[in-house]
């Protein structure tokens, strides 16, 4: 249950820590952050500055070493794994570079398989259109553009009706034009649903579309700036 007076998700104190042979990883430091309901976030940040470990860790795909993280009445740091994925089923969309679909299925096939595990799907005609791919619907990944792919791994993420939806780098294997198209598709995800969006990237620019910008460097949130005047995809450029 979501109380829009608080925040979507609250972090407090979040570390991570990797054990590699007798090497300790400090994915994250004592990281704090709020994200509210129907925010656009960006988090942005080079290559291993703790982003994707962030992100996974809002997504209940891995757990903090420390700290807490709460979605709405949730306690995620405290979770079981059957909490975790019961989480994950109920209320989470993902979106990730590469698109994960699978080529014996056609696009309205890809999009259908979580249907069975969400418990209040929105019709899939009805998904599939939101990303303007109906034309293309009884057609396999391989007659696909990379975009249009990405396309479909969104509508399958959004078609049981997310609370959030977390992007990790989703236009970083596009091109400069289907990664705009790609972002205006999530930014309309966000503005008609209202769902919450939280995407990762490396791509400065990128940040501009954002209501709120996360800029992340050594596991730690550097600052956190607020855009005055959000840009739309096609205003973007880089």
Known sequence: MIDIAQPVFQARGVSKVYQTGEVQIHALREVDLDIFLGEFVVLLGASGSGKSTLLNILGGLDVPSSGTVRFGD?????????????YRREHVGFVFQFYNLIPSL?????????TDIAPHPMPIDEAIELVGLTPRRDHFP?????????????????????????CDEPTGALDYQTGKLVLEVIA??????????VVITHNAA???MADRVVVLADGRVQHVKRNAHKLRPDELSW
Do not use: F, M, W, Y
């Open 74 to 86: 949730h306690e995620l740091s405290g979770a079981s794994e059957a909490e975790l994925t019961r």
């Open 106 to 114: 056609t696009v309205r096939e890809n999009v259908a398989l979580v």
């Open 142 to 166: 391989v007659q696909l553009s990379g975009g249009e792919q990405q396309r479909v791994a969104i509508a399958r993420a959004i078609v049981k009706r997310p609370e959030v939806l977390l």
């Open 188 to 197: 309309r995800i966000n503005q008609d649903l209202g769902t919450t969006a």
């Open 206 to 208: 990128i940040a501009g």
